[in-house]
């Protein structure tokens, strides 16, 4: 028997995952991989038949159980309820990956306290409770992979995204300060920064001239990332190759914060 472990660091079999906005875009791409990598899964969306088509896609590809529920995880009640239903349905919990996010573009003079605000709901609130409720599952058998996606707008600013890049920013502390609080119950919390990656909340823009341009110039690889280019990092932050990993980031952004 060989003494080092090798690929089988990479593997999740029997392992339950937790994928928030787990329908679409990164959360979708996300879920799959930790799929391929043997884990079931529990997909969220606010949509559940989105959450369900999605569940029921990964499953008929890798020989797993996927299941896709509702809940708006900005809501206490509901986010208990999706750990109270991850019980239910595999009586273990051991990766939550917090992918639930949105965005609102514009400069301070036109956005409303409102519209901070939303974005502060969906990306900060909603993952400080899934991480206090899928906290408390993990510390029982004293073992969980937490992984936040934070971004490279939490590490570097942009204009005209003051609510994004306040919440990114707000995620990355949440990240270090809860990978110290969960280390002696051996839960590991990090995050995943990606850059530009071409998701449906970023469609809309990608077409946009001067959007070109700027991708091209903020990164060194000079084009948008694709969704599989997403998947190792989330494989290897929720497996036990990165068991010596807490409190950090991890970016994924074409080269984006080396400049």
């Not at 995952?17 to 079931?40: D, F, I, R």
């Not at 529920?69 to 939550?96: K, N, Y």
Request: charged fraction near 20%.
């Amino acid at each position: 028997m060989t003494r080092w472990p090798g690929i089988a660091q990479f593997q999740l079999q029997d392992q339950v995952a937790v994928v928030t906005g787990g329908s679409k875009g990164l959360g979708e791409a996300m879920a799959a991989a930790l799929a391929s990598a043997g884990a079931n899964l529990l997909l969220v969306s606010r949509n559940e038949s989105e959450a369900q088509a999605a569940a029921a896609a990964i499953a008929d590809e890798y020989p797993v159980k996927a299941v896709g529920v509702a809940a708006d995880v900005s809501c206490e009640d509901q986010v208990a309820a999706m750990v109270a239903r991850c019980r239910d349905e595999f009586g273990r919990l051991d990766i939550l990956i917090n992918n639930a996010g949105i965005n609102i573009r514009g400069p301070i003079g036109e956005l409303s306290l409102e519209e901070f605000r939303r974005v502060q709901s969906i990306n900060v609130d909603a993952t400080w409770l899934c991480c206090k409720h899928v906290s408390a599952v993990m510390k029982e058998r004293r073992y969980g992979r937490i992984i936040n996606m934070a971004s490279t707008l939490g590490l570097v600013g942009l204009a005209d995204r003051t609510p994004y890049a306040s919440s990114k920013g707000a995620v990355v502390q949440l990240t270090r300060s809860l990978g110290l609080e969960l280390a002696a119950d051996n839960i590991l919390v990090n995050a995943i920064c990606p850059g530009p990656f071409l998701t449906p909340m970023n469609v809309p823009i990608a077409e946009d001239e001067q959007t070109k341009k700027f991708i091209v110039g903020a990164t060194a690889l000079e084009r948008w990332g694709q969704m599989h280019e997403i998947q190792g990092a989330a494989i290897f932050l929720a497996s036990p190759a990165a068991s010596y990993m807490t409190g950090s980031m991890l970016t994924v952004d074409g080269g984006w914060t080396a400049r």
